[in-house]
Nanobody, 119 residues
Framework: QVQLVESGGGLVLPGGSLRLSCTAS????????MAWYRQAPGKQREWVAS???????GYADSVKGRFTISGHNANNTVYLQMNSLKSEDTAVYYC?????????????WGKGTLVTVSS
């Protein structure tokens, strides 16, 4: 059974930093993309950043220059370093892994970790 376990959320002041981590375990297959999404209260889930095992990264415009995604391929772990946090970054952050299992494409999600940016 595949599990994605996120950690690192919490309460932080505007301008502060947090580092999220997500580790995938189980028979996950061959990972193609590891990503972070977020969902703010009353809003739809949105893509934040992506990381591929080859080292390619991508960012939503709203976080570009403030957030950094990185990964540790051997441990199936992805990180999200969040700096210069704003109140609008408040959301539940979800880890997502897209993987190939035999001929099938799988999409795995973590349960989420809450980030609250408030004074």
């Amino acid at each position: 059974q595949v599990q994605l376990v996120e950690s690192g959320g919490g309460l932080v002041l505007p301008g502060g930093s947090l580092r999220l981590s997500c580790t995938a375990s189980g028979s996950i297959g061959s990972i193609n993309i590891m990503a972070w999404y977020r969902q703010a209260p009353g809003k739809q889930r949105e893509w934040v950043a992506s990381f591929t095992p080859g080292g390619s990264t991508g960012y939503a415009d709203s976080v570009k220059g403030r957030f950094t995604i990185s990964g540790h391929n051997a441990n199936n772990t992805v990180y999200l370093q969040m700096n210069s946090l704003k109140s609008e970054d408040t959301a539940v952050y979800y880890c997502n892994v897209k993987a190939s299992v035999s001929v099938w494409q799988r999409d795995y999600w973590g349960k989420g970790t809450l980030v609250t940016v408030s004074s």
